[in-house]
C-alpha cells in the first residue's frame, strides 16, 4: 500500500512537465484540430490524437503555436501536456490552509470547496496485474487517468489532501486494500464522511460460504475480493461514518456474458475468472448494498454507485480513463442539475447526469449498448453541494422562485442526510389541528447530545420556515436523553391554514449551524418563506456543515456535519 | 409644594434617569442597539434619494448561467481551463484596460488541463494591469503556517519589525505571486450575517495586509491610506449599478469567432467574477440579501479609487447625541405644552432621523442617531402613557352628586400640560374627580378643568387658594353643583372675571 499525498503526485506531474517544457516538446492530451491562426475560427490545418508530440512554439492568449515537422499551427494550449513553469514558492509553503476551522467569508469565486478535515477518501486503482499463466488480465492504462480523476472527485467531495490515501497497482493487492481500509477506520473520527472508490477489473469468483459464483473486484495479486469481503472491510468505517460513498468503476459480467473486446480505444473492465465460474449456470448475484446490508450497516448511511448491471460491461477509455468515472467528475463539478429544485443535487440526479454522458460517449459504437449506472443505498444523498444548487433556465442570471416545485423534496432530502446510527425521536402532542387554533406541542429526544433545529413546510406548500432557533429563542442545545418540547414560551405558532398537512422537520446536529446564511431574510423572527431556489440551497447548505470553528473543534467531538433528524405531520382541518 | 406634587416631580426625574442610564448603555454598544443602528442603517440604505454614480471606467465581466451554459459545449463544467481566461486576459491588456481585477482565486493548479495554466501564466507574465485574489484565513490559524508577510511582497505593507507567520490562501502561480498585484478579498460581515463595514487593510503585527480594492486603487494612482479601521461600505443606490457583459461575449470577442456586442474595454477597469447562481458568489448586503459578491467588489473598488468612505461617529458622540436628544425631550416636557409634547413624540425622533438620513447622503460622514431617536421617541412615549393612565383614573365618569361643590379653573393653553399634572396631583389627594371641558362638552377652552365631588364651601375656596400659591397664572371659582351641572359649570367658565375664555361658550 501507498500513501500518497496529493502534493507528491502534483510534485511528480510538475518536473515531468518541467523537463518536458525544457525540451520544448510536447504532448496532446486530447485529439485537437490545429489551425492556421489563434482562432476558432481559423482554417483547420491538420487534426491530431490524442498522445501526438510537437514542439511548443509559443503561447498567446488562450493558444499555443506549435510546430510538427514543417507544420507549424494553432491549437487551445489546455490541449496540451505542460504546466507552468512556476508554482509558487511561497504556495508551495505551508499556509495554515490545511487547519481545521479555516471557516471566512470571502468575495470571489474559486475552482473547489474548502476542504473539510472530516472528509476522507480512501482511492484504489489496479491497472497493472500480476502475472498468472492459468488466468490472464489485460492492463488497463486508463486507471491511472481514474485516479487523478477520483482525487478531483474527492476535491469536489471536500476531502483535504492529507485525508485521502492512493493505493496503486503493486500495492494494490488484496491485503493491500483490506489494510487501507483498515487504517482508514483507525484515523477517522465518529461522524467523519467517507469517499470509497476502486478503478480496475471486476469478475466473478467462487465464494465458498456462498457456494456459488459472485461478483467480485480483481486486486493486483488476482485474489479477487468479493462484495461480501469488501462490505466486512468497510463495516468498521460504516459503523463511524455518519456517510460513505462507494464506488466500483469495474464490471463483473467475464465468464457470465461473452466479455467484448478492445474497440479502438476503449476497453471492457471485466477480467475472465480463473476458476468455474466461467460457466454460467452457478452465478449467483450478490451485490455489495445486499452485502453492506449483511453487516448490518444502514441502508441510509451508505451509497454504492458501480459502474454497470451485473450482467453489462463497462468500458474505460484508455486515454481518459473509465467512462463513469469522467462523467462523475464532471457531472460532481457542476453539470448535473438539481432537476427537482429542491436546492441541492442528489446522488439520484448525479447518476441521471452520469449516465446521459456515458450514453453520449458510447453513441459512436452502435454495436455496443452503453452500460447502465446502477445507484444503491441511499440515492437522496447530496454528495457536493458545490454543484449547481437550482433549476434554471438557460440564460438565466438568477435564482427565481419556482413556487411550489421541491419544497417537499428539501424536507425529505435534508431527512436523508441524516446519520441513521443517530437516534432522534419527535412527538406531536395532536396530530392535528384547526386552522386559527395554536400549533400543538413537540417533544425531541436526541440519543446524543447536540443543537436542535425546525424546519416547517407550511400546509399551503408555499413557506418554508426556519422556526427555531429564532429571534426569540436561541437556546437550541440540547443535552442526550433530556426531552426538549417545543413551542414554548416566549413563542408559539397559529395554525393559519390552508387545510392540509404542515411538514416538521425536527433536526439534532452535533455542531452549530451558522445560520447566518440564512440572514436577511428574517419575518417577526422567524426566518422567512425560503421558497426560491436560492432559499432552499442555503438552506440545505446550512444544514450540511457544522458550523464550528477549527480552533475550538480540534478533538472528535461535536466536530463532524453529522446530524440525526425525524419528521412530524400536523394535519390543518377548516 | 404638594406632597403629591412632589412625587410627580420626583417619578418623572427618575423617569429621566432611568432613561439617562438607557442613552449610556444604548450609545455604548448594547446587542438591542447594534441591531436599532443597523436596521435603521439597511432602511435608509435602500431608501436614499440619490447616490454617487457609479464610476464609469467600471464594467463586470460575468461568469452568468448564460456562459456557463455557452462554454458547457467547449470546455464542459465550471471551473474552465484557464487557457479561457489567458485569452480574456490578453484581449483586456491589448485593448487598452486600465486593469483587470479577477475575483476568481487561483488555488490549485488544474491538474487535467495544464497546458491551460501554462497559457494563463504566459498571459499574467505579459501583463501589468491584472489583479489577484488572495484569502485571508482566520488569525488563529496563523500558528499552522510557514508564510511570513514578506514572501507575499505587494501584498504585505511592512511595519517595523518581523510580523510573525500568516495564515492565506495563495495564488499557486509564481508568475502572479511576481505581479505583486495582490489583495484580500476577506470580508467581515455583521453578526445578523449582512456585510456592512470594510477595511482597506487589515493589520497584521506591526504589517498591514492590503485588500483588493486598496491594491487596484492604489495601482490606478489612488492616494488612500491603506487603513486598517473598519469603515461603513458606501453603496451605489441600488443593486447591479454597474454595467455587465457576459463573459462568453467578451472571450468570443477575444477568440475572434464574434464581432458584435463586443465591449470596448478601452480605458475600463473590468471585474471579472460570477453571479451564476451554481458558483455561490452572493453576500447580504443592506440593498439586497443575496447581493452578488463580483457587484460588491466592483462597489469596493469604486469606493477607493474615489476614496470613498463614511465617517463614523464614535460611541462618546453617539452618547453626547443621545444625551442632548433626550435633553431637548425633557425641555419640551418641562415646558409642559401638550401639543408641544404630542408633536414632539414624533417630531423629535423624525427630526433626527431625518438629519441621520441627510448625513448619509454626503457619502462622506454618517451621523448615527438612530439610538437618541429611540431614546427621545420611547421617553416622551412613556411620559404620555404616564398621564394617559392618570387621566383615565381621575376623569369624571358620571355626573357629581348635587350638593357638592366644584372649582373650575382656566389656565393659558401654554401651560395645559403642567396644569393637567396639577390637577390630577390635586385630584389624587382628595380622592376628587376631574372634568376636562374639552372632553365634557363642545365647548374647547384648550386649558380648563374642573375639580368636582369637594365636600363644602370651605374646602373648594381653601383648594382655590392652594392652586393660587403653586400656579398664580391660574384662576378659578368654586361653585356648588346642581342638577343641572354642565350648565353651571360653563355659566362659571363664562364669568367674565375669569382671565381666559372660549369664544364659542354659551352656557
Known sequence: MIRICLESLVGTVVLAAAAATSAQEVRLLESADVRSQASPAAPVVASWRTGHRVQLVELRGGWAQVRDGNTTAWLRASTLETAPAGYGAAAALESGRRAPGNEVVSLGVRTYPAPRMNRHALIVGVGTYEADPARKVEPLPGVKHDMLNALVVARYLQVPIENTTLVKDEAATRDGVAAALSELSARMNPGDRVFIYWAGHGSRSLDAAEGACVESLVPFDLKDVSNRDFAAWVKPIGDKADKMLVMFDACHSAGVADASRSLGTLRPRSAASADACRIPSNVRTRSFSSAVRDVGLSAADVVHVASARSDEVSFEDSATGGLATTALRDCLGGDAIDKDGSGAVTMTEVAACVQAKVDLKMAPFPRLVASHLTLSGNASFVPALFAAPAQLSAGSTSAAPVGVVGIDDVVQEIYQQRDAKWTVQAVSSRNRVKIGDLLPDWSVTSERDGYLYVVMVGSDRQSLYLLFPNDLDQGNRMAAQRTVTIPRPPWALRAAGPAGNDEILVIVTDGPRDLSALAGTKTVGFTKPLTDAAGRARLQRVFATNARAGATCTSAAGCSDAFGAAVLTVQEDD | ?507
Open chain 2, 1 to 507: 409644594m404638594h406632597r403629591l406634587l412632589r412625587r410627580s416631580i420626583v417619578f418623572r426625574t427618575l423617569l429621566l434617569a432611568v432613561f439617562v442610564l438607557a442613552a449610556v448603555i444604548e450609545s455604548l454598544g448594547s446587542p438591542r442597539s447594534h441591531g436599532i443602528r443597523t436596521s435603521t442603517f439597511d432602511l435608509m440604505q435602500r431608501h436614499r434619494l440619490w447616490a454617487s454614480a457609479p464610476d464609469p471606467r467600471l464594467l463586470i465581466v460575468d461568469i452568468d448561467e448564460r456562459s456557463l451554459a455557452e462554454l458547457a459545449a467547449d470546455f464542459g463544467r465550471w471551473p474552465w481551463p484557464r487557457d479561457t481566461l489567458a485569452a480574456v486576459l490578453t484581449s483586456a491588456e491589448a485593448a487598452g484596460a486600465q486593469a483587470l481585477v479577477f475575483d476568481v482565486l487561483f488555488s490549485d493548479p488544474d491538474r487535467s488541463h495544464p497546458g491551460g495554466d501554462k497559457a494563463f501564466e504566459a498571459a499574467v507574465r505579459k501583463s501589468s494591469r491584472s489583479y489577484f485574489t488572495v484569502v485571508r484565513l482566520p488569525s488563529p490559524n496563523d500558528a499552522r503556517s510557514a508564510l511570513v508577510a514578506k514572501d507575499v511582497p505587494g501584498l504585505a505593507v511592512p511595519g517595523p519589525g518581523e510580523a510573525g507567520t500568516v495564515a492565506l490562501i495563495l495564488p499557486f502561480m509564481q508568475a502572479i505571486l511576481e505581479t505583486r498585484r495582490l489583495g484580500t478579498s476577506t470580508v467581515t460581515p455583521d453578526e445578523d450575517g449582512v456585510l456592512r463595514s470594510f477595511a482597506w487593510a487589515e493589520p497584521h503585527g506591526t504589517w498591514r495586509l492590503v485588500s483588493l480594492p486598496f491594491a487596484v486603487a492604489a495601482g490606478l494612482g489612488a492616494s488612500l491610506a491603506a487603513d486598517t479601521a473598519a469603515h461603513l461600505i458606501v453603496w451605489r443606490r441600488a443593486v447591479d449599478a454597474y454595467p455587465r457583459v457576459s463573459f462568453v461575449d467578451v472571450w468570443r470577442c477575444a477568440e475572434g469567432v464574434q464581432h458584435d456586442r463586443c465591449p470596448d474595454l478601452r480605458d475600463r477597469v473590468i471585474v471579472l467574477g460570477a453571479t451564476a447562481p451554481s458558483l455561490h458568489d452572493v453576500e447580504s448586503s443592506p440593498l439586497k440579501a443575496n447581493h452578488s459578491g463580483v457587484d460588491i467588489l466592483a462597489t469596493l473598488i469604486d469606493n477607493a479609487l474615489h476614496e470613498r468612505q463614511f465617517v463614523v461617529v464614535t460611541p462618546a458622540i453617539r452618547l453626547a447625541m443621545a444625551l442632548a436628544a433626550l435633553a431637548a425631550a425633557a425641555a419640551i416636557v418641562a415646558l409642559g405644552r401638550a401639543s408641544s409634547i404630542r408633536f414632539a413624540t414624533l417630531g423629535l425622533p423624525a427630526l433626527l432621523a431625518l438629519v441621520s438620513y441627510a448625513s448619509l447622503h454626503s457619502e462622506r460622514v454618517y451621523l448615527d442617531l438612530a439610538v437618541p431617536a429611540a431614546i427621545a421617541l420611547s421617553y416622551l412615549s412613556a411620559i404620555r402613557i404616564y398621564e394617559s393612565l392618570r387621566a383615565r383614573r381621575f376623569r369624571l365618569r358620571e355626573a357629581p352628586s348635587p350638593g357638592t361643590w366644584a372649582v373650575a379653573c382656566v389656565g393659558s393653553t401654554r401651560i395645559a400640560e403642567r396644569f393637567q399634572w396639577r390637577v390630577f396631583d390635586v385630584a389624587a389627594a382628595r380622592l376628587w374627580s376631574v372634568v376636562s371641558l374639552a372632553s365634557a362638552s363642545e365647548i374647547v377652552l384648550a386649558s380648563a378643568w374642573a375639580l368636582v365631588g369637594i365636600r363644602d364651601r370651605d374646602s373648594a375656596e381653601a383648594q382655590i387658594r392652594a392652586l393660587g400659591r403653586t400656579d398664580p397664572d391660574v384662576a378659578c371659582r368654586a361653585f356648588e353643583v346642581t342638577e343641572r351641572f354642565p350648565e353651571c359649570l360653563y355659566r362659571t367658565l363664562a364669568d367674565p372675571t375669569l382671565p381666559l375664555q372660549s369664544a364659542g361658550a354659551s352656557p
